[in-house]
């Protein structure tokens, strides 16, 4: 039996996992099992590219881990957004692998083929994600988990619930990209230091003030005041910082639970990241009652092979 | 009688009022009636002037504005700062015209004085105002209320509780630098017109978005996928994330009367800024049910001018 792209039901070639972001650029060769065989990263993200260069620059990648080897090469991130290779149209929520693999775009049909984005509605706005689909589903088959919610800590963090295998909604909170503008581009710039790293005490303050009703708005300028009055120094501001903007997101996700659209997150809360982040997310549950469990960037891989496993 | 600075009971000078902040620079003369007898305004701020430079400019402004006139020189703004002319230390809530008027900085003793900024203990942080202490008293002047709440929008907008004619406390919220930030220095950069001008419906729907309570962290990303989705123009884009942010400085300062620390405001409420602000927050007020009334840049000089008579 073979497929629509002319694929065996089970096919069970290597897989070449591409994730191709906006600055960075990852790629494994992946044997039938998943493990990984060969791996390379690189700053070569999408942005570095013009619409020509990204065939030459896949083949090169293609030539050093896997030449003879007739992979899948399956890719996921945005290099199928509208400033990457080809458009990966979204695929639309509730999406499990079944409707992920379906909505694969095939650049070069049953060699090549782009992850296609998740979108979702909430009543005000639609929603987006491209790449975390992939982690999810990753992080689904490594926990051996069909029901959960899952969080991707980052520029953009993703809130995702999902139950019978399937990513029923998700919801998108800007919390690493406020937390950059703010210690950089406003008056905390000037008492603040970002980069600091992490200080525990601090940053669980920060946790806790942000679970009060007078929002960030205010709760931030505490990181000007608490240093003119000399009262907090600029390394332990950063993290103060952090436990505000990460104390927010969870006031807003965990406390919204009587809202229309929200939902409860599921004890199975599984937290997938780098593990600079994911230590400060964990910690921050914490002082919420809430247990996690973390992956980091393994999810992509296991979510491009059980993709890959699924043609 | 004379005060303790050699002034008289009832001094009957005219005043050279002067608002000196971060970027502006704003002086009037005024009869002892409080009538703006001559004017000038430049952007001579605070960050234009050396140390010894502070001087000599005010005098020329003297020269032009009050030669031979013998007026009390009285400034409010960030000209009290670190990065001022001399520091004008704060003067500790609930404060009024007592207060104040007894904490006023004396550079020239009984001609030039700089009038204190305000400070305020939260449980969590102290809170700090300079120049806006200075719009507060005048509004209450202006509007005969020594009782209600007094709002002035910018970037850092500060709300005031007043009572018997005291300024019990206040807060400080962020707004108008996280919505540049936001539209400056984040994704949102892409999709927003931070700049067109007001669009009424966009602006209001925002506002009404940003009562729910999944946070602005989250909120703030439909203006991307609103763009994304071809939903929202750039321009409407603009006015619905202004929307959200001045939306949500409502949603904590309206909504937290539960809260140990926040104070219902008052039916008096007050706006006291530029007229495109006091505009909106207007609007977003009645969206919330709340009705207000308006005051420009004139509460600066009657702040200064009522000031000068109590000494």
New interface residues.
Partial sequence: MTGRHGLSAKDSRPVLAVDWGTTAFRAALLDPAGQVLHEEASSDGILTKKPAEFAPFLEAVYGRLAENLNPLVLMSGMVGSANGWQVAPYCACPAGFGEVSSHLHWIDPGRVAIVPGLSCEHV?????MRGEETQILGAMRLMGLSDGCFVLPGS??KWAWVEGGRILRF?????G??F???G????LAKTVDAGAPLDEAAFVQGVE?AR???????????AR??A??D?MGPAALGSYLSGL?IG??L???L??A??Q??QPPTPNLVLVGSAQLTQRYALALRQHGVRSRALGSESTWAGLHALARTL
Same sequence: chains 1, 2.
């Fill in positions: 005000h706005a639609p929603d987006v953009h963090s919801k998108t909170l800007m919390t990209e406020f950059a503008a703010l950089q581009h406003t008056i003030r009060q009703p007078d929002g960030l708005l205010h709760q931030a300028f505490a005041t608490l003119l009055f009262r903007c927010e997101e006031r807003a996700m406390g919204s009587a809202h659209e929200a």
